[in-house]
């Protein structure tokens, strides 16, 4: 009966040992992922934020993608899943399953920033990491938003953006802040459609009935807004002879002082990000090249009114198309004055910006111009008399008078 009595005490012992080693209620401690203190963020869709690990668990509240959570404590494990106990921003406290959230990165860029694609073409994925699949590739130059992360996946920090249509994720690496920032206008402001076509409606939002579609280039003038709606801003705006309301993210600033007023044999300058050069003074004629701000081309023919613009026939390197004239910039002529556009602006010695400084010329100031265009470095000189004095001055911040 001793015998007994010791194998039954033995085998309680055991049994309280594996209880007290394992937990309770099919709950086992896990080989740390996440520690407690660490910063994560919600992958892969919304998230169920539940009372206590499991299943089971009540829900407390769903978490959207990119949302923050603070690691409290270890992870358990319970139907066969890895639980983490965590905190929201707002104290709500509950456990999460670990495989919908990943580390949050230190991350440069934040939720709204504006951004471009740096060094494309850029891979837009279904989620953080290589491993997801490819959505739509991005090229160099490409804007968007951000709407969430960094999150930490392949030893990189992956944002989520709106890319046009498109929402996914990519590598920061590969992203810079936008210097001209996409969807932030105000009233009076002077647009164009970075990428279109893009379609005019009679309200904010994907609701509003279809007005007009606007093809790439199309002008026009920001009358209202933002105003929020699908998660976009929308702006009203005034193209030509129609008002409607547009996403913001399809449009830019018009940085250009457009005159479409410039004569045979002046040089111009191409003064916005990417302009086309066409077969034909249409925007349905084929693209000969593209030109990139700053290119310069000399006027050989022009103006032509075509559908909304005004087109000047260019021979740029030797090509020779149109361009639309609001696009462009200087009216520059060999023997005639022009103005400093945008100054100061300095009178060198030689076609260089390494060349010596003869001094400075005013914005405003007029000068004569004597001779060019000569290529040096990344600007076209210009030879040029002001006050006397003989130089060369760069032909991209002058304009003809």
């Not at 923050?68 to 639980?83: F, K, N, R, S, Y």
């Not at 130089?391 to 304009?399: C, E, N, P």
């Amino acid at each position: 009966m001793n015998g007994l009595r010791t194998r039954i005490s033995m085998v309680v012992v055991a049994t309280m040992l594996m209880i007290a080693v394992a937990g309770i209620a099919g709950v086992a401690p896990v080989s740390a992922q996440f520690g407690n203190g660490d910063v994560v963020v919600v992958v892969n869709g919304s998230l169920n934020l539940r009372q206590d690990p499991g299943l089971t668990g009540t829900i407390l509240q769903t978490l959207p993608q990119g949302t923050p959570l603070t690691v409290t404590g270890d992870a358990q494990t319970v139907d066969a899943i890895e639980w983490y106990p965590v905190i929201t921003a707002g104290a709500v406290a509950g456990f999460v399953a670990g495989q919908y959230i990943e580390l949050q990165g230190d991350g440069e860029f934040a939720v709204g920033d504006h951004i471009m694609v740096a060094n494309g073409p850029l891979n837009l994925r279904s989620a953080p990491g290589t491993g997801s699949s490819i959505l739509k590739k991005l090229p160099t130059g490409a804007m968007g938003t951000v709407l969430a992360g960094p999150t930490v996946a392949n030893s990189m920090d992956w944002y989520q953006i709106q890319a046009g249509s498109d929402a996914g994720w990519v590598a920061g690496d590969y992203l810079d802040l936008a210097t001209s920032p996409v969807g932030e206008f105000e009233a009076g402001d002077e647009i164009y459609v970075a990428d279109g076509p893009l379609n005019l409606r009679s309200e904010a939002g994907t609701s509003g009935t279809i007005l007009k579609t606007l093809p790439t280039g199309t002008t026009g003038t920001v009358l209202a807004g933002p105003t929020v709606a699908n998660g976009r801003d929308w702006y009203q705006i005034e193209a030509g002879s129609d008002v409607g309301w547009v996403a913001g993210d399809y449009l830019a600033l018009d940085s250009g002082s457009p005159t479409g007023d410039f004569d045979i044999n002046s040089y111009v300058f191409v003064n916005v990000p990417k302009l086309n050069l066409r077969a034909s003074a249409s925007a349905d004629a084929a693209v000969l090249v593209t030109m990139t701000q700053g290119t310069m081309g000399k006027v050989i023919g022009g103006p032509t009114a075509s559908g909304s613009y005004v087109w000047y026939q260019l021979d740029v390197n030797g090509t020779q198309g149109w361009a639309v004239g609001e696009y462009l910039v200087g009216g520059i002529v060999v023997g005639e004055t022009a103005v400093v556009a945008d100054g100061p602006i300095n009178l060198r010695v030689s076609a260089s910006s390494s060349s010596q400084s003869l001094g400075p010329i005013p914005q405003g100031a007029t000068v004569t111009i004597t001779s060019g265009p000569t290529a040096g470095g990344s600007y076209s000189w210009f030879g040029a008399t002001h006050n006397g004095q003989n130089g060369y001055v760069a032909g991209q911040f002058l304009s003809g008078s």
